[in-house]
């Protein structure tokens, strides 16, 4: 902290020696030097010190486990210290959650849902002992059945806790319009919208991919809120007068409009350095707003990032293939990328580039694969041995990238074949295994979706899976459980040794379990396993039967004919 502000103060001593007021430069750069000068001086003044026991605090209410209970008194010094006791800094925290979930690319993980369920811990807590607290607030933010709670909630009376099946996952919000996605999840409606909006293809609460961005109303769910509301007496949260999502404009100005100008001509230059430096500013002004990845897109920067894709500088060629994933977010914007010769490119930096490039191509063959018609090209490109090689050598980032590129690419069935040629299913087998089992689920996904092909079918049996995958049907996580049957009908379709292997391995019980506690799907595949189990046991039973029967026989006449 002592050499933060340290380098902070030499800094700001540096910056205020530059006369740049005086300098020939355009009058938003002179605007932000004067910005980041102050930040600086403010920086100077302010000095934390370490809180040992907020500290503990939150780590204590960060690490417990979901059904244990928290300490009022860690919660009550968590919302003072913090500054979370009103209901308006609580939601002001939750928007900024949910930008960081927004921002991390639709792959939150368990660290972000760790936050949440902190922050809805706290919230709880602040609603529950306060419930007249900061009601101008309340009025102001939260649905109109806050007002009503306040009047009810008299004498030591408390504003009843909204169950958390109320909640929308993203806002932590009561819902008001809640829909489902095609996950089975569901979200308050303008949430879900707005996550889309983004250029986000997942579910923000499973990861998974989703099928379709239709979003379809959750009547029971509705009018379960609205019996609860009028049980609690509170007024019913009223839907928005109108389905349609309320986009907020973001035009730029005309000062970006020049700045972009100005970093597209840097970008065709020939100087290295111009290239690079313009190559990360497009990189970050595309990360920030839709509108800036419209106006750059529209402006030609496309066919000029796709050219320095082969540049001999690692840090450019990183930028670059950085900038291009994110403009693909914008779906106008993944034609354009592909129509301007990229993905060869893109593939390259995927082969030889650093390890975040490589990352970032992994990323971007993701993003781009989205459209049904670009799977085909990319696949026939030649990006999936680098794929693979990314899962099986990258970081753990890497290997979600490569591994949900990979799972995108291999839902074309043409995909599947050059996938196993490839050698994802030793690779996959690896991550199953590996101490820590980060990528189980990937794994798991990926094995699932490439079992239906006759090559993955064989290289999955002859890497002796199914030890490995009667495991994960008994002891997996749901999802696991369900991926893991999956590749097992696959594996023992018409196959009567594997039948054998996974009947000796004991799989039945596991399959009964899953068949009646599993997910939908997986309650679907475990009863088409017992079927088949069944039929096979029940031809082992008759074979043996006839074995005996025909043994007895030749034991029978073998004694007839003894003199």
């Given at each position: 902290?002592?050499?933060f502000?340290?380098?902070?103060?030499?800094?700001?001593?540096?910056?205020?020696?530059?006369?740049?007021?005086?300098?020939?430069?355009?009058?938003?750069?002179?605007?932000?030097?004067?910005l980041?000068?102050a930040?600086?001086?403010?920086?100077?003044?302010?000095?934390?010190?370490?809180?040992v026991?907020?500290?503990?605090?939150?780590?204590?209410?960060?690490?417990?486990?979901?059904?244990?209970?928290?300490?009022?008194?860690?919660?009550?010094?968590?919302?003072?210290?913090l500054?979370?006791?009103?209901?308006?800094?609580?939601?002001?925290?939750?928007?900024?959650?949910?930008?960081m979930?927004?921002?991390?690319?639709?792959?939150?993980?368990?660290?972000f849902?760790?936050?949440?369920?902190?922050?809805?811990?706290?919230?709880?807590?602040?609603?529950?002992?306060?419930?007249?607290?900061?009601?101008p607030?309340?009025?102001?933010?939260?649905?109109?059945s806050?007002?009503?709670?306040?009047?009810?909630?008299?004498?030591?009376?408390?504003?009843?806790?909204?169950?958390?099946?109320?909640?929308?996952?993203?806002?932590?919000e009561?819902?008001?319009?809640?829909?489902?996605?095609?996950t089975?999840?569901?979200?308050?409606?303008?949430?879900?919208?707005?996550?889309?909006?983004?250029?986000?293809?997942?579910?923000?609460?499973?990861?998974?991919?989703?099928?379709?961005?239709?979003?379809?109303?959750?009547?029971?769910?509705?009018?379960?809120?609205?019996?609860?509301?009028?049980?609690?007496?509170?007024?019913?949260?009223?839907?928005?007068?109108?389905?349609q999502?309320?986009?907020?404009k973001?035009?730029?100005s005309?000062?970006?409009?020049?700045k972009?100008?100005?970093?597209?001509c840097?970008l065709?230059?020939?100087?290295?350095?111009?290239?690079?430096?313009?190559?990360?500013?497009?990189?970050?002004?595309a990360?920030?707003?839709?509108?800036?990845r419209v106006?750059?897109?529209?402006?030609?920067a496309?066919?000029?990032?796709?050219?320095?894709?082969s540049?001999?500088?690692?840090?450019?060629?990183?930028?670059?293939?950085?900038?291009?994933?994110n403009?693909?977010i914008?779906?106008?914007?993944k034609?354009?990328?592909?129509?301007?010769?990229?993905?060869?490119?893109?593939?390259?930096?995927?082969?030889?580039?650093?390890?975040?490039?490589r990352?970032?191509?992994?990323?971007t063959?993701?993003?781009?694969?989205?459209?049904?018609e670009?799977?085909?090209?990319?696949?026939?490109?030649?990006?999936?041995?680098?794929?693979?090689?990314?899962?099986?050598?990258?970081?753990?980032?890497?290997?979600k990238?490569?591994?949900?590129?990979?799972?995108?690419?291999?839902?074309?069935?043409?995909?599947?074949?050059?996938?196993?040629?490839?050698?994802?299913?030793?690779?996959?087998?690896?991550?199953?295994?590996?101490?820590?089992?980060?990528?189980?689920?990937?794994?798991?996904?990926?094995?699932?979706?490439?079992?239906?092909?006759?090559?993955?079918?064989?290289?999955?049996?002859?890497?002796?899976?199914?030890?490995?995958?009667?495991?994960?049907?008994g002891?997996?996580?749901?999802?696991?459980?369900?991926?893991?049957?999956?590749?097992?009908?696959?594996?023992c379709?018409?196959?009567?040794?594997?039948?054998?292997?996974?009947e000796?391995?004991?799989?039945?019980?596991?399959?009964?379990?899953?068949?009646?506690?599993?997910?939908d799907?997986?309650?679907r595949?475990?009863?088409?396993?017992?079927?088949?189990?069944?039929?096979?046991?029940?031809?082992?039973?008759?074979?043996?039967?006839?074995?005996?029967?025909?043994?007895?026989?030749?034991?029978?006449?073998?004694?007839?004919?003894?003199?």
């Amino acid at each position: 902290m002592h050499k933060f502000h340290e380098v902070t103060a030499r800094l700001e001593q540096a910056l205020s020696r530059i006369s740049h007021e005086n300098l020939d430069i355009l009058e938003e750069v002179k605007e932000q030097v004067e910005l980041v000068l102050a930040q600086f001086r403010r920086a100077k003044g302010r000095v934390d010190v370490p809180d040992v026991e907020l500290y503990e605090d939150i780590l204590s209410l960060y690490n417990k486990s979901n059904d244990a209970a928290a300490d009022p008194e860690v919660l009550r010094r968590l919302a003072e210290k913090l500054q979370l006791v009103g209901i308006s800094e609580l939601m002001q925290e939750s928007l900024a959650l949910h930008e960081m979930v927004s921002a991390s690319g639709g792959d939150p993980g368990a660290i972000f849902e760790k936050m949440s369920n902190l922050l809805k811990e706290i919230k709880d807590f602040v609603q529950t002992e306060n419930p007249n607290l900061d009601a101008p607030a309340r009025e102001k933010n939260l649905p109109p059945s806050s007002s009503s709670a306040q009047t009810t909630a008299v004498g030591n009376h408390k504003a009843p806790v909204i169950p958390d099946d109320f909640r929308c996952p993203i806002s932590l919000e009561l819902m008001k319009d809640p829909v489902i996605v095609s996950t089975g999840q569901t979200y308050e409606r303008s949430c879900i919208e707005k996550w889309l909006e983004q250029g986000h293809r997942t579910c923000p609460k499973t990861q998974q991919t989703l099928s379709n961005p239709a979003l379809t109303p959750n009547y029971v769910l509705r009018s379960l809120i609205a019996q609860w509301c009028e049980a609690n007496g509170i007024d019913p949260p009223k839907r928005p007068s109108s389905s349609q999502p309320s986009k907020t404009k973001f035009a730029c100005s005309p000062a970006e409009l020049t700045k972009i100008q100005i970093l597209l001509c840097k970008l065709s230059s020939s100087n290295p350095e111009d290239q690079r430096m313009a190559a990360g500013e497009i990189r970050l002004l595309a990360k920030r707003n839709a509108d800036n990845r419209v106006a750059i897109a529209e402006a030609g920067a496309i066919p000029l990032l796709v050219k320095i894709l082969s540049t001999p500088d690692s840090r450019t060629q990183e930028h670059a293939v950085t900038a291009l994933l994110n403009l693909s977010i914008c779906e106008d914007n993944k034609g354009s990328i592909i129509s301007s010769g990229a993905v060869p490119g893109i593939v390259q930096v995927l082969k030889k580039g650093s390890m975040e490039a490589r990352e970032n191509a992994a990323a971007t063959l993701f993003s781009l694969s989205v459209v049904d018609e670009n799977k085909v090209a990319i696949g026939a490109s030649g990006a999936i041995p680098p794929l693979v090689t990314l899962l099986s050598e990258g970081t753990q980032r890497g290997k979600k990238d490569a591994a949900t590129a990979l799972f995108n690419l291999c839902i074309y069935q043409g995909n599947k074949g050059k996938t196993v040629r490839a050698g994802v299913i030793p690779t996959l087998m690896r991550l199953l295994t590996e101490p820590g089992g980060g990528m189980v689920d990937e794994a798991l996904a990926i094995l699932a979706i490439l079992a239906s092909h006759p090559e993955a079918k064989s290289a999955i049996g002859a890497a002796k899976a199914m030890p490995v995958l009667v495991d994960f049907i008994g002891n997996g996580l749901p999802r696991n459980k369900e991926n893991a049957a999956a590749v097992l009908v696959h594996l023992c379709a018409g196959d009567q040794q594997h039948l054998a292997d996974a009947e000796e391995l004991g799989v039945m019980g596991h399959l009964v379990d899953l068949a009646q506690n599993g997910t939908d799907r997986g309650k679907r595949k475990a009863a088409q396993l017992l079927q088949r189990l069944s039929r096979f046991v029940e031809q082992q039973q008759r074979s043996q039967s006839q074995a005996e029967a025909q043994a007895e026989q030749s034991l029978s006449q073998s004694r007839a004919q003894q003199p």
